[in-house]
């Protein structure tokens, strides 16, 4: 099934929240039947998922599946600001579906969340309002999200993948590696030694377990934490590049604009509008 064989989108419940501290969401969620989308709008939290933990910023989206057991909790003493929408999803022969049925990971990164935002305040605006007609205005901004979301999801089939459990134990090793020493400059020699493997059968293997070289696979882990640098903390840019371990300000601001096709400066103000 694919986005082609959804016709509507029903929207269960549409709020912006503010958490104060506390965030955690798990067992309540198993009973729904729906998809709940989770947009961040200021803060971070760190979420379990397929037993890995991921830190999710500010213009991300988590995606809550029914019979999903995940647990989410604040990070950090900011508070939690956040967009949630319950959305049924309708085929063409009138049967329920969910996010994860059409293809969408539980974590995407959109790469114009100002776009994404104005789609969910105007469903909210809409599914607030005493409009007669405002179920059918919601269904049709869905199906807008939906193929925006699609159309913008970073995740594609040369996304980098977090370590887990069916990837091979040696590229494991190097991947926890790298989540955790991503702000140091990081060599495929380094990568192979924690993989305990020859450089050569290590590219390969790497390659055959990700889906891209080590090198590339490296950079576009580094520019990812990039974009949520930029956004989350709204440091100096110039801060950026020395944060990840680049040479300088020049080779990170080379790689992020060959790589996301627009400059640090450029996607700052896209993403904040």
């Known amino acids: 099934m694919d986005l082609k064989n959804i016709i509507a989108v029903k929207i269960r419940h549409s709020r912006f929240r503010t958490d104060y501290q506390t965030f955690y969401f798990s067992q309540k969620w198993l ?7 989770f947009f961040i709008n200021k803060g971070m939290v760190s979420v379990d998922i397929k037993g890995r933990r991921c830190l999710v910023g500010k213009n991300n989206i988590l995606i809550w599946n029914p019979g999903a057991f ?4 604040l990070e950090g003493e900011e508070h939690l600001f956040y967009y949630v929408l319950g959305l049924e999803l309708i085929t063409e022969n009138k049967t329920p579906a969910t996010m994860a049925d ?3 990971p539980h974590r995407i990164t ?3 969340p100002g776009a994404v935002r104005s789609i969910l305040k105007a469903i909210d605006r809409s599914f607030h309002s005493k409009d007669a007609y405002r179920m059918q205005t919601c269904s049709a901004l869905g199906l807008k999200l939906l193929k925006t979301l699609a159309s913008q999801r ?3 089939r040369r996304r980098t993948r977090v370590p887990q459990s069916g990837m091979d134990e040696r590229i494991n090793r190097a991947l926890d590696y790298l989540v955790l020493h991503y702000k140091q400059r990081i060599g495929v020699e380094t990568l192979a030694e924690k993989a305990c493997m020859h450089r050569v059968p290590f590219t390969r293997l790497f390659k055959r377990e990700t889906g891209l070289p080590p090198h590339a696979y490296v950079m576009a882990y580094k520019i990812q934490k990039a974009k ?17 371990g680049f040479h300088d300000y020049s080779h990170f601001f080379r790689a992020f604009k060959r790589l996301t096709g627009l400059t640090p400066s450029q996607y700052v103000n896209t993403a904040r509008q």
Not at 31 to 37: G, I, R, T
Not at 228 to 244: M, R, S, T, V
């Open 31 to 37: 009973h729904l039947e729906y998809s709940v989308l």
């Open 70 to 73: 995940r647990e989410a909790h």
């Open 102 to 104: 059409i293809g969408f």
């Open 110 to 112: 959109p790469e114009n």
């Open 154 to 156: 970073t995740l594609s």
């Open 228 to 244: 949520d640098f930029l956004i989350a903390f709204e440091e100096p840019l110039l801060n950026a590049g020395e944060e990840l």
